[in-house]
C-alpha cells in the first residue's frame, strides 16, 4: 500500500519562508490530485491546499496567497511551501490525495514561534 512520508518542518520565527515535503512510496501523483492537511493543537485536521492533477491549484482563506503547493510526479513528491508564517500556522502538517484515500502518515510538525 501506498505510504507517505512528510519532512522539512521545524521551529521557526515568524515570517520568513519554508518549505515541506510529502514522498508516496508508490506512483499515485499521476492519477490523484495532492492535498495538504494540517492539524493545530486542540484543534481537528483541516485541509490547507490542493493541486488538482492538471496544474489546478486551491488554497483555504487562512493560507491563500501565502503558502503554494507545487507537485513533482517524476519523484512521486508534492511540496508546500510556507511564506509570511504567522504563530497561527503552528500545526502538524499531513499530505493525501485530495478526496483522502490513503493512509495518514507521521505528519511533520511545524513551530512558529517568535
Known amino acids: 500500500q501506498v505510504q507517505l512520508v512528510e519532512s522539512g518542518g521545524g521551529l521557526v520565527q515568524p515570517g520568513g519562508s519554508l518549505r515541506l515535503s510529502c514522498a508516496a512510496s508508490g506512483s499515485i501523483f499521476s492519477t490523484n490530485g495532492m492535498g495538504w492537511y494540517r492539524q493545530a493543537p486542540g484543534k481537528e485536521r483541516q485541509w490547507v491546499a490542493s493541486?488538482?492533477?492538471?496544474?489546478?491549484?486551491f488554497y483555504s482563506d487562512s493560507v491563500k496567497g501565502r503558502f503554494t503547493i507545487s507537485r513533482d510526479n517524476a519523484r512521486n513528491t508534492v511540496y508546500l511551501q510556507l511564506d509570511s508564517r504567522t504563530l497561527e500556522d503552528t500545526a502538524v502538517y499531513y499530505c493525501?490525495?485530495?478526496?483522502?484515500?490513503?493512509?495518514w502518515g507521521q505528519g511533520t510538525q511545524v513551530t512558529v514561534s517568535s
Open positions: 493525501n490525495t485530495e478526496a483522502v484515500t490513503l493512509p
Open positions: 493541486d488538482i492533477r492538471g496544474g489546478n491549484t
